[in-house]
């Protein structure tokens, strides 16, 4: 089969360069157009050369519906706003999808399963191995322990991250609420400020600290009387998730539309 043709939007940024580098480090795929906003100072430079490697002969365009008509699949670490028009045109052109973007609302993520009704869509709040398998992990405890114990996440990202539980936060959440069996959406206690009262019963509970250049770091917190279990994640480098995002777009090609998760890409949906 001949190398996967892919499109990295927001090719400028923290993880459009970082995916940059991790598609000319692997086999089977190939950078086909870097795309940036219109105005940004970066269109016209080199992808390669960006991203702190040889020249590529890539210069990043505004022409993002030019460049999914030539690709077989698109990395999206982006911002909602923009995830969302990436989404009707990646399906128009029946490509895989990948998103990598957090922040996104319930309605986003309804608009793109409908898009995932003619597209591949693979979508994370974290790509990386590490915190897949914490997922499953902190199902499996929150299932074992039981609402006798009170779990809190706690997150630590870069002074310049926007949206805050970061989605890693939430992924870890879900699978704590789906190990309790019940929704995240009416246990989550998302801040705490002022005279808040005790803790509800069953909350699951988010923490979130800003500072500096940390790259990503959550541990999940399960409090019992006289005892604690925590679980964490520590992500020294946007490599690992970038080499996931990369591994999501090969396994993608040639799959039947549908909204996929990295846990699926890893096969470990089930653990
Ligand atoms: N799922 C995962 O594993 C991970 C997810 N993320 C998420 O990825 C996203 C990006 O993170 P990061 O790289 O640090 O952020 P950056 O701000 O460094 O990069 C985002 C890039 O997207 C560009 N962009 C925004 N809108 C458009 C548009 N309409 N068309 C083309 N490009 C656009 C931005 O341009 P401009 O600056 O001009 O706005 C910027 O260059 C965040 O949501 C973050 O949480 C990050 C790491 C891992
Ligand atoms: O914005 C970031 O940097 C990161 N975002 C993702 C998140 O919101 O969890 C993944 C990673 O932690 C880095």
């Not at 009704?117 to 693979?122: D, G, K, R, Y």
């Not at 019940?182 to 801040?191: C, D, G, H, I, K």
């Not at 520590?234 to 990369?246: C, L, P, Q, S, T």
Request: a negative charge; aromatic letters at 4%.
């Amino acid at each position: 089969m001949s190398d996967m043709r892919l499109v990295v939007v927001g090719a400028g940024g923290r993880m459009g360069r970082a995916l940059i580098r991790a598609i000319d480090e692997a086999p089977g795929i190939t950078l086909s157009a870097a795309v940036e906003r219109s105005g940004s100072p970066f269109l016209g430079e080199d992808a390669g050369i960006l991203a702190g490697l040889s020249a590529s002969g890539i210069k990043l365009t505004d022409d993002a519906l030019a460049a999914f008509a030539a690709a077989d699949g698109v990395v999206d670490f982006t911002a909602p706003q923009a995830t969302r028009a990436f989404a009707e045109l990646a399906a128009q052109a029946r490509i895989v999808h990948v998103i990598g973007t957090t922040g996104l609302e319930p309605e986003d993520i309804a608009r793109l399963d409908a898009a995932a009704n003619h597209a591949v869509i693979v979508r994370s709040g974290n790509m990386s191995l590490g915190v897949n398998l914490l997922g499953a992990l902190t199902r499996k405890v929150a299932a074992t322990l039981g609402s006798d114990f009170d779990i809190e996440i706690v997150e630590m990202h870069h002074r310049h991250k926007v949206d805050a539980p970061s989605g890693t936060a939430l992924l870890l959440g879900d699978a704590a609420a789906a190990g309790r069996e019940v929704p995240l959406a009416e246990n989550a206690v998302r801040v705490r400020d002022g005279h808040t009262g005790p803790r509800p019963e069953g909350a699951i509970g988010f923490a979130t600290l800003r500072g500096g250049s940390v790259v990503g770091d959550h541990t999940v917190i399960f409090a019992g009387a006289g005892e604690r279990v925590e679980l964490a994640h520590k992500a020294e480098d946007r490599a690992i998730f970038a080499r996931g995002a990369v591994r999501a777009a090969l396994w993608g090609r040639g799959k039947k539309p549908g909204h996929y998760s990295m846990a699926d890409v890893l096969g470990i949906a089930d653990l």
